[in-house]
């Protein structure tokens, strides 16, 4: 049997790089020791932007709202989506809400919908979760996150 500490320890090292890769490919310069300093030693890195500092600490603490959500047995549903995207924009943005703007994905040749038909598809979307019982849960998670990703709800942070 593996110890609680064992466990905790790689509980860490998951949520350490989880967090840095997962930022990184938003942009993020942070190199993954940086992204240790602060999560680990909560140690400010000069030369970075506050935004950057902010979006690991808030990528750290989502994924924890997300693990709580996990062990309570909670189906996904817009309330913790909103709650997530306020947790990952804390101190950059205001988050939770969603865009009443058009926005453009910089490298991107996917143009995200209207606020109006943006609307639309977000309320399918989540009809959509409750309905896709003929998937499994890598499936299910692979389908809310293309969609999601597609629909882009959210000014930044999606």
């Given at each position: 049997?593996?110890s609680?500490?064992?466990i905790?320890?790689?509980?860490?090292?998951?949520?350490?790089?989880?967090?840095?890769?997962?930022?990184?490919?938003?942009g993020?310069?942070?190199t993954?020791?940086?992204?240790?300093?602060?999560l680990e030693?909560?140690?400010?890195v000069?030369?970075?932007?506050?935004?950057?500092?902010?979006?690991?600490?808030?990528?750290?603490?989502a994924?924890?709202?997300?693990i709580?959500?996990?062990?309570?047995?909670?189906?996904?549903?817009?309330?913790?989506?909103?709650?997530?995207?306020?947790?990952i924009?804390?101190n950059i943005i205001?988050?939770?809400?969603?865009r009443?703007?058009?926005?453009?994905?910089?490298?991107?040749?996917?143009m995200?919908?209207?606020?109006?038909?943006m609307?639309?598809?977000?309320?399918?979307?989540?009809?959509?979760l409750?309905?896709?019982?003929?998937?499994?849960e890598i499936e299910?998670?692979a389908f809310?996150?293309?969609?999601?990703?597609?629909?882009?709800?959210?000014?930044d942070?999606?």
């Amino acid at each position: 049997m593996i110890s609680k500490e064992t466990i905790e320890s790689y509980q860490k090292v998951f949520s350490l790089v989880f967090t840095h890769n997962s930022t990184a490919i938003e942009g993020n310069t942070l190199t993954l020791m940086e992204t240790k300093l602060i999560l680990e030693d909560k140690v400010s890195v000069g030369g970075k932007s506050m935004r950057e500092i902010y979006e690991v600490i808030n990528h750290e603490k989502a994924f924890e709202y997300v693990i709580q959500c996990i062990e309570k047995e909670e189906n996904l549903n817009e309330t913790i989506i909103k709650n997530i995207h306020a947790i990952i924009m804390e101190n950059i943005i205001v988050g939770g809400i969603y865009r009443n703007v058009d926005v453009y994905i910089s490298g991107s040749e996917h143009m995200p919908l209207t606020p109006h038909e943006m609307y639309k598809q977000i309320k399918m979307f989540y009809s959509d979760l409750n309905y896709k019982t003929d998937l499994n849960e890598i499936e299910l998670a692979a389908f809310a996150h293309a969609e999601f990703v597609k629909i882009h709800p959210f000014v930044d942070g999606n």
